[in-house]
């Protein structure tokens, strides 16, 4: 035996040993789905959903601003090294000009653009073709009239700084200019014109935003029509004769400047050869420029021009486009001023005016503010109009509508490709912006990448926005409907726009850490052109006046690079003015002429990434086709699985913020921003919220009724018929962000459901534990918390219309309707009304409830209005006993029992009782089929009722009392507050005075009389509550005291013979209580039903308390004769089924042998056989329901005898 135990250990052992590779290589696979379950949840969070929440400017309080103002002047920059003053003036003077176009350029932007397109909109939701209200138009244009006058100064101002640029240059391109003859011969100011072109766009872009704004003039020419009626009232207005000249002199002033939009024709029809007087006290003649007659600024102009031109041309449609477009159109602006300044007897270039008007074929039309365009053909036209044969497109309108189909039939191939550009730079900024430059070994490249990525997310921001852009505005200006192919690829340039902007907005501490040395780099590398130049100029025996400008400004630009990592705008002038001097023609090669100026615009770029990039990613053009709105919505709901694009087609359309803050013409534009605000909101809720509600809603009810009624088709749910609508995503999405406030879809569809919930539960309490089902279901499937209606979920409050008042006042009707549980104490509705599918039920809480709002005394009411009912009961009972035929029976009964009890063994037989059961049935059957003594059973039950209701009522004032006491301090050492707060008791009190106990003295506070009427209602309360609690009312006591001696005296000796005729009750009862029962299970349910009916038992006690006959009642055994007649009976059924079983065994027997005799006679015998076999099933069946009867009357008359047993209890006392 040892010998086995230790094969079986060695056996173990080996398994153990085999079976270890297993468990490692179990274990390892384990943790690497552990671990690849991890990857895919990070990557889950990282694609499913925004990576975190989408940013915006109310949600964030401080921000990164990489374009620094400069404090240092454009003179003290300008550090030539040695005393070149004419050199550096001149760049002073251009860097000046300059810096002040840069600053006009900002604030026509931010300031002048939006005002003026924004002017005459209505409010969001108010339709722009509805009738104005009279007087409106007036009104806003007085509104805006400070503003115009700021605009008219602004239009001087470029104006001025046209002519005082155009001269400058007219002044240092003059042949007989010794810095000309020397140097700028040979150097090419393209910066200056790409200042004056920029210049020149602003004025394009304010008539533009004049004239095709279709509420300025009308409003104007209002408002100039309203100005008569001042004129001949004028003191009506407030003003006299004098100041409204002043004032009509200032609006023909604005009506000839501003508002006619013709800024930039004043200003290329200004007299740029005439200059301001030089004299300080402004007496000298003016003095005059040489510009028409000037070739050499004229040929430089073109030139420069055309340059710049054959660059922008060079640059649109590649990959290197950025602000090319808008550039072009302050270069063809431009070629307008050059030929306004062109001598008459000077011949244009016809070829390139060919070329320039060639241009449509790229630029159709090109967008300057939000929905403003600019169309080549129309401005050439107008502006430098030039008869030239064969222009090519011959006709413009119908090339852009050409242009316009080609765009849209390969904009959505168009888009996927841009898209996938978009997801590959998002994945390298993700690498790439990841860590701190610092810590790696080599931080260049790193730079160098992240520098790279910067331009290549510009690029792509101005590519998206350009075709997005140039399409919505194209069908706007053309008035072409938009084809349904081109929507949801227009939904996703909205998106991609935002996807560019967050994702380096999130990277904006990264990005404001690198930028500085990305250009420390920058600068090294054109610090290392110049070095060469440096050193070759220095190196050269003869000096002249261009090599002491050219080294110069190789000093200006090294000091600059030398000063400071950041580029100012005026920093960024006076290098290219530099760059531009150094490297010219005559000091470096063509070749290294393009690698120098693309490092400066490299660094120009970077210089101004962050609103350059703010600028192209905006999506405020989206303000002027809200409609897009709903549309683009609809497009989400149907991918569910693209739910997050919400968040950034909610904040592209937010981007319309700073237009709505910017109106003039009303006073509060507020109300501009509220009214936008409330239009995206409804457009989330119609869209998106309604949708969901609806959705989760149904897809609720169809899975709950489907498992609780069973009627839904299962293939409803079949995901291969019908699949199966995602609506998880839209309620895992964060809050959106709406102008400042938050959206959250979560809480409103959970709002939703609350209410519909608990509205739809407080019609039909019936139905409380659907939507609780329900209510799990949204916890489980879309992580839905549903609050908790708090609904009673069919029970009965006191709140609800079954109050105590009410069940005393219709106390008959109560007792009638309602059945009494005697261990439970509460009541429950025998039938409910028609068409309710609950039953009504009446506990010790809601009495409790109804006590705390009626208070104690309500308790001594009910007794009162209990004793008045019973009154009424006895007075029928009484009349029914005194019936001559149950009189009689009742006596005939006691005679014949008090004979016949020896021989019966003083036990009441049952064939008695069922007898006179059967008598009273002969007297007559009501038209509900019950009986007199049905009847009388039924008033026994209902005075039990009263009783029970008595006794619930007590119970509940003593739980009404054991939760008020808990506020009381010991009841045994309770203090008098009237006493303590009032002047108290010096000499005390002893027994001898008459009081229960003796009392110390006390010492009262002294309060006021208010203070102590309320300690004596305190102590009043306390007292009350104490006595309840600790006594009470033994109610029964006295109502059985009350009837005692009413009954118990007088001619009431037909009531001494009830105990005889509580055998005959009990059948009665054990019988409708059976029939009540068996009916609960039935459908249709055609008399009353219930599972209890105590009331009975406590009427049938409280009744034989009264009478004294409770002895009597013991006295005839009537319980013991009832157990052992059913004990008889189903020894009786036990015998019948023995032999039932022997004849079944029997008979078997019998024909197993017939079988085996094989007779001759087999066949016919069979159908006795058969009918035989029938008649047994028959009676088999008979038995077995004759023995469920029995067991349930068992069942009755023991919960009977049990009932009556504790209900005796209550009147022992």
Not at 146 to 161: A, G, I, T, W
Not at 174 to 198: A, C, D, I, M
Request: proline share 4%.
């Amino acid at each position: 035996r040892s010998v086995s135990r230790k094969m079986s250990w060695y056996v173990d052992e080996e398994d153990d040993s085999q079976r270890r590779p297993v468990d490692d290589t179990v274990q390892k696979t384990l943790l690497l789905v552990q671990e690849h379950e991890t990857t895919l949840r990070l990557i889950e969070r990282a694609v499913g959903d925004t990576i975190e929440a989408l940013p915006d400017e109310y949600s964030a309080p401080v921000a990164v601003n990489l374009c620094p103002q400069e404090r240092v002047l454009s003179l003290e920059l300008i550090d030539s090294g040695k005393e070149e003053k004419f050199f550096k003036k001149v760049l002073a003077v251009f860097a000046y000009l300059c810096d002040e176009i840069h600053e006009l350029n900002e604030i026509a932007d931010s300031t002048f653009y939006p005002k003026i397109i924004m002017f005459g909109k209505p409010t969001s939701g108010i339709d722009d073709e509805s009738l104005p209200t009279p007087g409106r138009a007036e009104e806003q244009m007085g509104n805006m009239l400070p503003f115009l006058q700021e605009l008219s100064n602004f239009v001087e101002r470029c104006h001025n700084c046209a002519v005082n640029m155009v001269q400058q240059l007219a002044k240092l391109y003059n042949g007989r200019e010794k810095l000309f003859q020397s140097t700028f011969q040979y150097v090419h100011l393209l910066p200056v014109y790409e200042s004056l072109s920029q210049l020149l766009g602003i004025l394009v872009t304010l008539d533009a935003s004049v004239t095709q704004n279709s509420h300025m003039a009308p409003a104007w020419s209002d408002y100039k029509r309203m100005m008569q009626f001042v004129r001949d009232k004028p003191d009506s207005y407030g003003a006299d004769e004098a100041t409204v000249q002043r004032f009509e002199r200032v609006l023909v002033q604005l009506d000839a400047s501003v508002l006619h939009g013709a800024t930039f024709k004043a200003c290329i029809e200004l007299d740029f050869e005439e200059l301001v007087p030089t004299d300080e006290d402004g007496g000298g003649e003016a003095e005059t420029v040489n510009v028409r007659n000037n070739p050499h600024m004229l040929n430089e102009l073109f030139h420069c021009l055309r340059s710049k031109i054959d660059r922008a041309d060079s640059a649109i449609g590649t990959h290197a486009e950025t602000t090319e477009r808008r550039a072009m159109v302050g270069y063809v602006a431009l070629y307008a001023l050059y030929r306004r300044l062109t001598p008459a007897y000077s011949e244009p270039d016809a070829k390139f005016y060919r070329r320039l008007w060639s241009l449509q074929s790229k630029l159709p039309v090109v967008v300057l503010c939000g929905k403003l365009v600019w169309m080549l053909p129309e401005f050439l036209e107008e502006f430098a109009r030039l008869d030239v044969k064969k222009l090519e497109p011959a006709e413009p309108a119908l090339a852009r509508r050409g242009y316009l189909e080609r765009l849209d039939h390969v904009f959505p191939a168009t888009v996927r490709r841009i898209n996938l550009e978009v997801t590959a730079w998002s994945v390298e900024v993700e690498h790439s912006f990841s860590a701190s430059a610092r810590h790696s070994g080599d931080p260049v490249p790193l730079l160098e990448m992240r520098g790279s990525l910067l331009l290549r997310g510009l690029v792509l921001a101005n590519k998206v926005g350009t075709l997005v852009k140039t399409l919505v505005n194209m069908h706007l200006a053309l008035g072409v409907p938009m084809q349904r192919k081109v929507l949801r690829p227009l939904c996703m340039c909205v998106e991609l726009l935002k996807t560019l902007e967050f994702s380096l907005v999130r990277k904006g501490s990264v990005v404001a850490e690198s930028m500085p040395h990305i250009h420390r780099i920058l600068s090294a590398r054109i610090l290392k052109l110049t070095r060469p130049i440096r050193a070759k100029l220095q190196a050269s025996r003869k000096f002249d006046d261009h090599k002491m400008d050219v080294l110069a400004a190789v000093n200006v630009i090294e000091s600059l690079l030398h000063g400071s990592e950041t580029f100012s705008f005026s920093r960024q002038s006076v290098l290219s003015l530099s760059l531009c001097v150094c490297l010219n023609p005559n000091i470096v090669k063509e070749s290294e002429l393009e690698g120098a100026f693309a490092l400066f615009k490299r660094i120009k770029i970077l210089a101004n990434w962050q609103p350059s990039f703010r600028a192209a990613c905006s999506c405020s053009f989206l303000y002027w086709n809200k409609e897009l709105l709903p549309t683009f919505i609809a497009d989400v709901l149907n991918c569910p699985t693209e739910a997050n694009r919400l968040q950034y087609i909610a904040a592209a359309f937010c981007d319309a913020s700073h237009l709505l803050r910017s109106v003039q013409h009303e006073a509060d534009n507020s109300v501009h921003l509220a009214a936008f605000k409330k239009f995206m909101v409804g457009c989330l809720e119609e869209g998106v919220v309604k949708p969901l509600c609806v959705g989760v809603e149904e897809d609720l009810r169809l899975r709950i009724h489907s498992k609780t009624q069973g009627v839904i088709d299962e293939s409803t749910f079949n995901p291969k018929k019908r699949p199966p609508k995602a609506l998880r995503p839209f309620l895992d999405l964060k809050p959106i962000r709406v102008l400042g406030s938050t959206l959250d879809i979560r809480q409103k569809v959970t709002h939703y459901l609350e209410s519909v919930f608990y509205n739809l539960t407080t019609v039909a309490l019936y139905d409380w534990m659907t939507y609780a089902d329900m209510r799990n279901l949204a916890a489980e499937k879309y992580g839905i918390e549903i609050a908790d209606n708090h609904l009673p979920m069919g029970s009965l409050e006191y709140d609800q219309g079954l109050d105590v008042l009410m069940i005393m006042r219709n106390i008959h009707v109560f007792v009638a309707r309602f059945s009494y549980n005697l261990n439970q104490q509460n009541f429950v509705e025998r039938r409910p009304d028609r068409g309710s599918k609950n039953l009504n039920t009446i506990n010790i809480q809601s009495i409790a409830a109804s006590l705390r709002q009626h208070g104690l005394g309500i308790l001594n009411t009910t007794v009162n209005f209990t004793y008045q009912f019973l009154a009424q009961k006895f007075h029928v009972f009484s009349q029914f006993l005194f019936d001559e035929y149950i009189k009689g029976h009742l006596g005939k009964e006691r005679r014949w029992f008090r004979k016949h009890k020896a021989e019966l063994n003083n036990q009441y037989p049952y064939d008695r009782a069922l007898k006179f059961v059967k008598d009273i049935r002969k007297l007559g059957v009501l038209d509900n089929g019950r009986t007199f003594l049905d009847q009388f059973r039924i008033l026994i039950t209902e005075i039990g009722n009263a009783l029970g209701y008595v006794r619930m009522v007590r119970s509940a004032g003593m739980l009404f009392c054991s939760e008020a006491v808990r506020f009381l301090p010991d009841l045994d050492t309770m203090i008098n507050f009237e006493e303590f707060s009032g002047t108290g008791n010096p000499r005390g009190a002893s027994e001898d005075d008459g009081g229960d106990e003796a009392t110390m003295p006390t010492e009262g506070a002294g309060l006021s009389e208010g203070t102590v009427r309320a300690a004596a209602n305190l102590d009043d309360v306390a007292g009350t509550l104490a006595s309840n609690f600790s006594e009470g009312s033994d109610y029964f006591k006295v109502l059985v005291t009350v009837f005692q001696q009413v009954l118990l005296s007088g001619d009431h000796s037909h009531l001494d013979n009830f105990y005889m005729i509580v055998p005959a009750l009990c059948l009665s009862w054990v019988d409708a209580s059976y029939q009540a029962r068996s009916h609960m299970y039935k459908a249709n349910r055609q008399r009353d039903t219930y599972y209890t009916d105590d009331g009975f038992a406590v009427g049938l006690a409280y009744i034989m308390a009264i009478l004294n006959q409770g002895s009597k009642f013991d006295s005839i055994h009537w319980f013991q004769c009832m157990r052992e007649k059913l004990v008889a009976d189903s020894k009786a059924i036990s015998e019948k089924k023995a032999q039932q079983a022997a004849a079944k065994a029997a008979k078997a027997a019998a024909a197993k042998k017939s079988a085996s005799s094989r007779s001759m006679f087999s066949r016919s015998s069979a159908a006795p056989v058969e009918k035989a076999t029938e008649e047994e099933e028959e009676a088999v069946h008979t038995l077995q329901q004759g023995e469920n009867k029995l067991l349930a009357t068992r069942r009755e008359n023991d919960l009977l005898f049990f009932s009556l047993s504790g209900a005796r209890i209550f009147f022992k006392r």
